[in-house]
């Protein structure tokens, strides 16, 4: 067990529906990332926050977007659901943003979205 | 642009049958080279961090070790359990993924 939580676990829903993910990071982490993972694509980063701040995007839709909260915690939105947007989506967390040579990211066990 | 690449795809071991993983990687500043094990529909699993060429770590039957343009995973006498997918990741600006070894080991 990683520390870090997600919910749910499973997700189904229609074409153009919205749907918000949650994540818990560590204890004392301040950093939250999220990843999408698909059959084809891999593990693909979609956007990063520390302490509240928005730090880093990846390959992030701008069907979707992100907060995290001042309790630390975190939540990827994402609207206008296409077919292709079933994946598992992973939360990481990590302790700073850089930390000496590189910090380490603990990942959570996923939720996974099925758009019918 | 940053890049990953792990080689074999795939890989099937018999249960005491040593082997290696390779990581490639082209990124700019390179700040770490991750290791992680995935098991089929959980969460990548964190093993080794590296952050300069000739590292080494080990963990159980597993040994990480960096060059400066690779970074390999050994299994030694590996057993069924060790069955997973393993993620090699490079941090530059951010975490870039290869896309895996799936490793089987059979009984």
């Known amino acids: 067990d990683s520390g870090v939580t997600q919910t749910p676990k499973h997700l189904i829903t229609a074409t153009g529906q919205r749907v918000t993910l949650r994540c818990s990071p560590r204890?004392?982490?301040?950093?939250v990332y999220w990843y999408q993972q698909s059959l084809d694509q891999g593990l693909q980063f979609l956007i990063q926050?520390?302490?509240?701040?928005?730090?880093a995007k990846g390959n992030i839709l701008e069907r979707f977007s992100a907060q995290q909260f001042p309790d630390l915690h975190s939540e990827l939105n994402l609207s206008s659901l296409e077919l292709g947007d079933s994946a598992l989506y992973f939360c990481?967390?990590?302790?700073?943003?850089?930390?000496?040579?590189?910090?380490?990211?603990?990942f959570g066990p996923g939720t996974r979205l099925l758009v019918l | 642009e940053d890049q990953v690449t792990q080689s074999p795809e795939a890989l099937r071991l018999q249960e005491g049958e040593s082997s290696s993983l390779n990581c490639s990687y082209t990124v700019s500043g390179l700040r770490g080279l991750f290791w992680y094990r995935q098991d089929p529909g959980k969460g990548p699993e964190f093993l080794f961090t590296l952050y300069s060429a000739g590292e080494e770590k080990e963990k159980e039957r597993l040994k990480a070790t960096l060059t400066k343009k690779e970074s390999f995973l050994h299994i030694t006498a590996p057993k069924p359990e060790d069955s997973a997918t393993y993620l090699c990741a490079a941090r530059a600006q951010k975490l870039v993924f290869g896309q895996g070894t799936r490793l089987t080991i059979n009984p």
């Open positions: 204890s004392g982490d301040l950093s």
């Open positions: 926050y520390y302490n509240g701040e928005e730090r």
């Open positions: 990481a967390s990590s302790v700073a943003p850089t930390s000496g040579g590189g910090e380490t990211q603990y």
